[in-house]
């Protein structure tokens, strides 16, 4: 018989939100670790950067929530997509960027489609529930990581195998799929999953499957469109080998299946088209320690293949196209320590990739397309007793096709000893490998030269009363030169890509606000302020707004809420009856979010629900796709 999924939901909701507050024991303020802006775990006191870190109790409060929706809340994040239907491709946007021009980092492995033409990541791959904790650091970083990290990194760690012997978790999440005013009461997002890890003497392990299905929404906007249903499955494997208190290896393996049906465009419905994407990623981690520093070696193997059928209205019929693509990289690094205030980071990073592609009206061979980047950085970072402290490096970018380039990073900083405040400042140069397909393709131009971006920033840090109120602010400019632009001669109407000479200009405003007035309290919101020139600005919101409330009700029940305000965007879709582009300007939205989690056994046994947009607002994120509408989530939490 089935249930009544609202109905469901809504009792808990009602029954856990009329339980009595009880009084909270104060928490030890926790000095937070950080690592993206070193590669080395410092204090976030030290560091010259404002890192947004999303920890494991982050990701706790935020239960029923994709990753997608967890990191466009951070302040300068735009996610496009989070808000469609679970198949939606996704697009990342960090200071007026693009998706090219931010790097994901897993484990310290930076991962990429090597395939795709902006080489961007996609994190449909990677469920919320393997991950540990998120550092995102924006502004140019390529001096540490290389190519892709021009506007912002995305430092994602996955989870850890836990000290005791064995410790087993599963969980089943339900919900419904739902665009605005629609009223279905069944379940039809379906997330669910299981670990074993632990730690017997030297050795670790971590062994985890999660799997996804939702149906229930067509992507794009329409009447009596048909659903496209979304499937993923992930298996993950860690090892790990303490051989001895200055040797520690660290190996993983990642199997991620996914498969989507999308339909044909903005409000054209087609029952065809069908995605299929499967990745298998390798790797390990070999650290040792000594007097003076520390030495790592970090590498990782992916092999990625896509496959799409998709109807063609010129042929008539469905056309096959097949992707594959394979990245290697290995970073060997050094941090030596002259003092406690001095050391020196030196590494060495290498890159491999290629892909081959098959479909109806193009061939690219790997034997033809791939290339291979050694790049040689240094970074020396100074600690001083009065206060200043300054991160300052350089890279050799040597690319086998168009040769050296080089990145610089000053990074100064200043905490007053007198006053609780933190002064930040930098000036960060970044650059961006054009992708195989840009370089190979039928399109291709062997000439292109990597992109150039040049980021400044200063800002503030500051908390007071004991850390229940914290405050950071930072402004940007950013330069883009050389950027990527898809040409048509129109005589011989022949295309490739070339170098834009035009230079894009990006600055901004980020602020964070942090009140935490009583124990059992915590409310956190942020402001951006995104300005780029017209032409660039597409889905990029030039104001954005993010609210959360935190509250202990009890010892074991925790209660989530978030508000977001994302201003108007320019947008533009083609019409395939007129066969033109349509500009348009996306109408504002706001997303009003809850959350309540309960322990019912300390430790083994919790149980949350959630609704997502609460109000039931109808919106567009990108022009003729569907948004979410009110959606409830019910899930349950087992240790064992």
């Known amino acids: 018989m089935k249930r009544n999924f609202i109905k469901l939901s809504a009792y808990f909701t009602l029954v856990t939100s009329f339980a009595m507050a009880q009084e909270q024991n104060l928490s030890k303020t926790i000095q937070e670790i950080v690592i993206s802006d070193t590669k080395f775990a410092q204090s976030k006191e030290k560091s010259g950067k404002i890192i947004e870190k999303i920890t494991a109790k982050d990701l706790e409060n935020k239960k029923g929530q994709s990753l997608a929706n967890v990191l466009s809340q951070v302040a300068g994040v735009e996610v496009n997509g989070n808000q469609s239907g679970t198949g939606k491709n996704l697009a990342y946007y960090i200071r007026g960027g693009r998706s090219r021009q931010v790097l994901i980092v897993i484990d310290g492995v930076p991962v990429t489609d090597a395939s795709g033409i902006g080489l961007q990541y996609d994190l449909r791959l990677l469920p919320v529930e393997q991950i540990e904790s998120i550092e995102i650091m924006k502004g140019a970083a390529s001096t540490l990581y290389g190519s892709g990290a021009a506007t912002g990194l995305i430092n994602i760690t996955l989870k850890k195998a836990v000290k005791k012997e064995i410790e087993g978790t599963a969980y089943i999440n339900l919900g419904t799929q739902n665009v605005a005013n629609q009223t279905k009461t069944s379940a039809q997002d379906f997330n669910q999953g299981f670990s074993v890890n632990g730690t017997k003497g030297r050795f670790s392990y971590l062994t985890s499957l999660n799997s996804t299905e939702t149906k229930g929404i067509s992507e794009a906007a329409g009447t009596n469109f048909e659903a496209d249903n979304f499937s993923r499955v992930n298996i993950m494997q860690k090892i790990g080998i303490d051989f001895n208190s200055k040797i520690n290896f660290q190996a993983f393996v990642n199997y991620d299946r996914l498969k989507s049906a ?163 400042s930098s000036y960060s140069t970044a650059y961006i490998t054009p992708s195989l397909y840009q370089l190979y393709s039928p399109y291709g131009n062997l000439t292109l030269k990597p992109e150039e971006n040049t980021t400044i920033e200063a800002g503030f840090e500051t908390n007071l009363f004991q850390n229940k109120i914290t405050f950071n602010a930072v402004g940007f400019y950013r330069e883009e030169e050389n950027s990527y632009d898809f040409f048509t001669d129109e005589v011989t109407y022949e295309s490739n890509y070339i170098n834009n000479s035009s230079q894009v200009i990006a600055k901004g405003v980020e602020t964070n606000l942090g009140l935490k007035p009583v124990s059992y309290l915590s409310i956190n919101g942020n402001y951006t302020f995104t300005q780029v020139a017209e032409a660039q600005s597409k889905l990029i919101p030039k104001h954005k707004v993010n609210v959360s409330f935190d509250v202990d009700l009890t010892k074991k029940m925790h209660w989530n809420t978030q508000y977001q305000y994302v201003e108007s965007r320019n947008d533009a879709f083609f019409d395939s009856n007129t066969f033109a582009t349509v500009n348009s300007v996306l109408a504002s939205y706001q997303i009003l979010n809850s959350n309540i989690s309960y322990e019912v056994l300390s430790n083994r046994l919790s149980v949350f629900t959630a609704v997502t947009n609460i109000l039931d607002k109808d919106f567009y994120e990108n022009i003729g796709y569907s948004a979410r509408g009110r959606n409830f989530k019910l899930g349950i939490n087992l240790k064992f």
């Open 262 to 424: 999308f339909d044909g465009g903005s409000f054209s419905d087609e029952v065809a088209n069908i995605s299929f994407s499967e990745q298998f990623r390798v790797g390990f981690t070999t650290k040792y320690k000594y007097v003076k520093g520390e030495l790592n070696f970090v590498t990782g193997y992916t092999n990625l293949e896509r496959k799409y059928d998709t109807y063609s209205s010129w042929t008539s019929s469905v056309d096959y196209s097949y992707y594959k693509s394979r990245s290697l990289n290995a970073d060997l690094f050094n941090k030596y320590n002259f003092s406690k205030q001095v050391f020196l980071i030196l590494g060495t990073q290498f890159q491999f990739m290629d892909m081959q592609e098959e479909s109806a009206y193009e061939s690219i061979t790997n034997t033809q397309a791939n290339f291979n980047v050694f790049d040689p950085y240094a970074t020396l970072v100074y600690y001083s007793n009065f206060g200043l402290n300054i991160n300052a490096g350089a890279r050799i970018n040597n690319h086998n096709v168009y040769g050296n380039y080089t990145t610089f990073n000053f990074n100064p900083s200043f905490n007053f000893k007198t006053m609780p405040l933190k002064l930040i």
